[in-house]
């Protein structure tokens, strides 16, 4: 008897021992595949931006294309770009729908003389900016006041919402797509922030609205800023640093530093008066762009959880209490990678 239990327990951990192996065999391969997924979806290497691929300076590339061209001039706008119909306007310029060679493209045009120079400072930050960031640039004719950009039919992020509602792209309505947008806008003032003209700061951005209308959404549910009108630089090395406009501003989502400092004192608003600021104004608005961004979707509250300390930093009265905005990404990016692996070792119990 006791020779054949001896034999069962053998035989028992001669079966186990093979099982265990195999599981953890499994669990290993499946932190790799975790691993490389996210190394595909974000690269690391944090500080270097990676520029367009596959066209050299001055040339676009759209989907549909083969080859890269050149940057299109006034006579190619004029002969081959058919305006379709006005899908936005704002105080700068109004943003048509039109077409090239069959390719659909934004058409930009100025509103008014009056904003001339904010025109032309948005067309230098676009040509000085490109990157996969930034909305790719397809031409400028600047006699007529014209810059051509790659269209993108879901339009501004404050369009968010109402394309997840569509049956059709519902499947996309997770905390996972949703995070990865939040890491997509700091990853785009993390490159602002340390560009190639300069640490830049996003003054069109007093409001929770204009901050959003600042980014497209594109067909593969990532992020592009698209308006860059009003992105002026910082350089505590030149003593430079920035004011968002000539008015007082208000309200909770501008940073402290933003508002009139002596308002309580009953002192009127004066913009001579008023001191400069930093980019620290962005880290500021983080946390409540990112409210909006997870919206209402199961896991959503776990991911504001992970994400409370670096958010109160950001919340922080002084500026230079503030993180960065790459400090912010290398937190954002750790808690989608632990939640994305947690939630693969979840499913692989069950």
Known sequence: MQGTV??????????????????????LLTNIFIYLYLDSVYQ?????????????????????????????????????????KLIDQGAVKK??????????VALSRLSS?????????GLSMLQALQSPQVVQLVGFCLEEHIILTEHHPFGSLLNLDDVL???????HNNWEMRLRLAIDY??????????????RVMCDSNSLEKTLSQFLLTNDFHLVVND???????????????????????????????????????????????????????????????????????????????????????????????????????VYKSVYSSMVRDSAGFRDML
Not at 114 to 120: H, K, M, R, S, V
Not at 165 to 171: A, L, R, T
Not at 186 to 199: A, D, F, K, M, Q
Request: one cysteine or more; glycine letters at 6%.
């Open 6 to 27: 001896g034999q069962c327990s053998r035989t028992t951990v001669a079966y186990i021992v093979p099982v265990v192996g195999i599981c953890a065999a499994a669990f």
């Open 44 to 84: 690391p290497g944090l500080q270097q931006v990676s520029p367009l691929v596959g066209c050299v300076p001055q040339h676009f590339k759209m989907p549909t294309m083969k080859d890269c061209t050149a940057w299109l001039q006034c006579l190619q706008i004029n002969a081959e770009v058919h305006e379709l």
């Open 95 to 104: 943003v048509y729908l039109a077409e090239w060679r069959g390719q659909k």
């Open 228 to 330: 860059l009108d009003a992105l002026p630089e910082v350089d505590m090395s030149r003593n430079l640093s920035v004011k968002c406009g000539h008015r007082e501003l208000t309200g909770d989502f501008v940073a402290p530093e933003q508002l009139w400092p002596f308002r309580n004192n009953g002192k009127p608003f004066s913009d001579n008066l008023m001191p400069e600021y930093d980019e620290k104004t962005d880290i500021w608005k983080i946390p409540d762009v990112t409210w909006f961004l997870m919206g209402k979707v199961p896991g959503g509250d776990l991911v504001h959880f992970h994400l409370f300390q670096i958010h109160e930093k950001c919340k922080k009265k002084d500026p230079t209490d503030r993180p960065s905005a790459f400090d912010v990404l290398k």
């Open 165 to 171: 509602e569509k049956e059709h792209y519902q499947q």
């Open 186 to 199: 700091v990853t785009i003032l993390h490159y602002l922030h340390n560009s190639p003209v300069g640490r």
């Open 113 to 121: 003389l009056n904003y001339l120079e904010d025109f032309l400072h």
